[in-house]
């Protein structure tokens, strides 16, 4: 019977995986507090879709790795629907083009790495702390 559990899964408990602790991004005035936060750890801003599916497969992607403690780096979710007033001045602010999904890591006050669509994965994050 062991041979399918690979096919259908295995009845042994998985590890849950933590939550990702979000901090919800809804205002132009967080970026401030972000650049100030930054110069103590670095920050990740996921600009995130609610109506692309790239969008929530990327999610997903995120969700299902993302293994980074919140003392090592804040990550902030930006839903650029509701919010386009932000993802407009993260664009200006960090010099980074607007894209969606994105991820974009804040150290120092500056953007030090932006990717968007296949390229946002949690490896990339790690190179960062």
Same mark, same amino acid.
């Given at each position: 019977m062991g041979i399918f559990n690979g096919l259908f899964g295995s009845k042994e408990p998985k590890e849950p995986k933590?939550? @990702?602790?979000w901090q919800p991004l809804t205002t132009v005035s967080q *970026?401030?507090?972000i650049v100030e936060d930054s110069k103590a750890k670095p920050i990740a801003i996921y600009k995130h879709s609610t109506t692309c599916g790239?969008?929530?497969m990327v999610l997903r992607q995120i969700e299902s790795t993302y293994d980074i403690d919140a003392n090592q780096m804040d990550i902030y979710y930006l839903d650029l629907k509701t919010y386009r007033e932000v993802s407009n001045e993260i664009a200006a602010r960090f010099q980074v083009i607007h894209q969606s999904p994105q991820? @974009?890591? @804040?150290k120092n006050g500056t953007a030090v790495y932006d990717d968007s669509h296949g390229g946002v994965n949690v490896?990339? *994050?790690h190179k960062y702390l």
């Open positions: 933590p939550e @990702i602790p *970026l401030d507090k790239i969008s929530r991820m @974009i890591v @804040i490896p990339a *994050l």
